[in-house]
């Protein structure tokens, strides 16, 4: 399946920040996303570099884009 970048932001609007209260695209912590193909990479930017919630909002964002 192919996606749009449109379908991506709507999938990870869906993936909360809790610290925040607030999802990670209102929060404006997602940058630089790219489709090619069935290939799908973007950044999620933190507030910290050491945030311990790293490992949950990726394991999120994967679930937010495949149950898409």
């Keep these: 399946m192919s996606y749009t970048k449109e379908q991506i932001v ?3 609007s869906n993936v909360l920040y809790f610290p925040k209260g607030e ?8 940058d630089d996303i790219k489709i090619e193909g069935k290939k799908i990479s973007f950044s999620i930017v933190f507030p910290k570099m050491d945030d311990k919630r790293i490992p949950l909002v990726v394991k999120a964002c994967e ?5 898409n």
């Design 10 to 12: 709507k999938a990870l």
């Design 23 to 30: 999802n990670i695209i209102a929060l404006k912590m997602v």
């Design 63 to 67: 679930e937010a884009i495949l149950s």
